[in-house]
């Protein structure tokens, strides 16, 4: 069933952020007497949440270790049973690990071999390999889940600035958008070449700047944010041209600086936008359903937001960069709501 419409009323690694104060203990999208959609779960920063710490003499002395701490996250994605959270943070230098189970945050280990300049987007796989992209490196680096790189896809001469990551494990496909060349190239999950999707221009399967990519499950229908164009273009899982929706403008429904996309379950569609700092929600066909946040630091409000990432059971991790954080919200199904004490164990 679709979503309600429903409208919400109008930092570098040196300096560790304060602990988080606590948080309103329930906020959902549409606002009551709505039927609810989207609720609000919990934010992450780094070890400070965690109040743990592994430090012998912060445990004797009282001392609070800060640890590891957002500054820039990106790209964010969990892996299958949702007991690690694996965040892209530039100005940190790598992917940031967040183990739920270990209450640890950690920078993800890799050998000389898959060190990264500027990580950008991140995906695990259901065997637990890492996949990552390189921009500034020029490739899509996959590792094990110890950190041992397994293979490379790229390089200067042949992706030229790799941003985007999708994986299709049905089909045994792997996107990646090429940014500055204006296509997304396709690749089974050996890496082995498969196709290229696009080139520039502003007709229908053409780019102007692709960027964040997502696929739905259900279908294996391919999702693009396509920047330059304001517009989302959906294509098949042969690399047809499907379907597309959205336009530059400030209205409902528009975009100005679209980037993150995913899909859930439902097949509803969620779209990104760093200058209006929101999330919108769209179904198959385009039409806004419902939108989340607006400029702010509280929960639910968004400062430059950059990569989501829609997990099996319908979780949305949203980064929130300039808020140094990722925002983790529910979809609610008809009929379906949350207790607090799930939000309390969410991981």
Request: hydrophobic residues 35%; glycine residues 12%.
């Amino acid at each position: 069933m679709a979503l309600a419409v429903g409208i919400l009323g109008l930092a570098g690694c040196d300096t560790a952020p304060k602990k988080p104060k606590k948080e309103p203990v329930d906020i959902v999208w549409p606002a009551p007497p709505e039927q609810p959609r989207i609720r609000y779960l919990a934010s992450y920063r780094g070890q400070v949440d965690f109040a743990v710490t592994d430090d012998l003499r912060a445990k004797l002395f009282g001392i609070e270790v800060q640890g590891i701490h957002l500054a820039k996250p990106y790209g964010v994605a969990v892996n299958p049973d949702g007991s690690k959270m694996y965040v892209t943070d530039a100005k940190v230098g790598g992917v940031v690990v967040f183990d739920f189970k270990k209450k640890k945050v950690s920078m993800m280990p890799t050998d000389a071999m898959g060190a990264v300049r500027s990580p950008v987007e991140v995906r695990v796989d259901s065997r637990g390999r890492v996949y990552v992209t390189d921009g500034f490196g020029h490739k899509l680096n996959v590792y094990a889940p110890n950190g041992k790189t397994l293979f490379s896809i790229g390089g200067a001469q042949r992706i030229k600035r790799p941003t985007g990551l999708a994986l299709d494990e049905a089909r045994n496909q792997l996107y990646v958008s090429d940014t500055p060349n204006h296509r997304v190239l396709t690749y089974d999950l050996n890496g082995n070449f498969i196709r290229e999707i696009g080139g520039r221009g502003n007709d229908p399967g053409k780019f102007n700047f692709p960027i964040n990519l997502a696929v739905d499950k259900n279908n294996g229908r391919l999702y693009v944010t396509d920047s330059g164009n304001f517009r989302i273009q959906a294509f098949s899982p042969e690399g047809e041209y499907v379907t597309e929706f959205g336009q530059i403008g400030d209205s409902f429904g528009s975009f100005a600086r679209p980037k993150g996309v995913g899909v859930d379950s439902e097949g509803h569609i969620y779209v990104l936008d760093a200058a209006f700092s929101n999330l919108q929600i769209f179904n198959d066909e385009g039409r806004l359903l419902l939108f989340v946040g607006a400029l702010g630091r509280g929960p639910g409000f968004f400062w430059l937001p950059a990569g989501i990432y829609i997990d099996s059971r319908d979780r949305i991790y949203v980064a929130d960069s300039i808020n140094q954080r990722i925002q983790v919200f529910q979809y609610l199904k008809e009929g379906e709501g949350i207790s607090q004490k799930s939000k309390q164990d969410m991981h």
